[in-house]
């Protein structure tokens, strides 16, 4: 019995075709007035000028020894730990509470079939 092609198998050229309208309806939704994308994600890139290159020369000439460089490191941490959006102490508690319930059911469960296992084990080779 012969085959019928089904919509997306591959060799429909009539599929073809509606793809082709489909990607570029797309596109066109995703473009501003000036044709620029719009809503997509994707890997920001944005052109270096001058001024741009400037200040990381100073930062450049600033760290340049080594206590310069530790005191370069404590300073981005700091500010990487103000960017920390902190638990409440309601939240910590609820989270601790809820990794200690899981972490008990786990270990019952393993305890459970090691216990299981092991009879098993002696009881199959005579033990």
Same mark, same amino acid.
């Not at 082709?20 to 501003?32: F, H, P, Y």
């Not at 959006?85 to 090691?114: G, H, S």
């Given at each position: ?5 089904? @919509?997306? $198998? ?15 309806? $797309? =596109?066109?939704? $995703? ?7 719009? &809503? #997509? ?9 001058? $001024?741009?290159?400037? @200040? ?10 080594? +206590?310069? #460089?530790?005191? &370069?490191?404590? #300073? ?25 319930? +899981? ?8 305890? =459970?079939?090691?216990?299981? +296992? ?7 080779? &005579?033990?």
């Amino acid at each position: 019995m012969a085959e019928r092609n089904r @919509p997306g $198998d591959a060799g429909d050229p009539a599929d073809d075709e509606v793809f082709d309208d489909a990607v570029a309806e $797309d =596109v066109a939704d $995703d473009e501003d007035a000036d044709g620029e994308p719009v &809503g #997509r994600g994707g890997t920001a890139v944005r052109e270096r000028t001058k $001024d741009a290159e400037a @200040p990381k020369a100073k930062k450049a000439a600033r760290r340049s020894g080594f +206590f310069g #460089r530790i005191g &370069g490191f404590f #300073r981005e941490v700091v500010s990487e730990l103000r960017k920390v959006i902190w638990p409440t102490r309601k939240e910590l508690l609820t989270y601790t509470t809820i990794v200690i319930a +899981f972490v008990t059911i786990m270990t019952a469960i393993v305890a =459970v079939l090691d216990y299981g +296992f092991g009879k098993g084990i002696l009881w199959a080779f &005579g033990g």
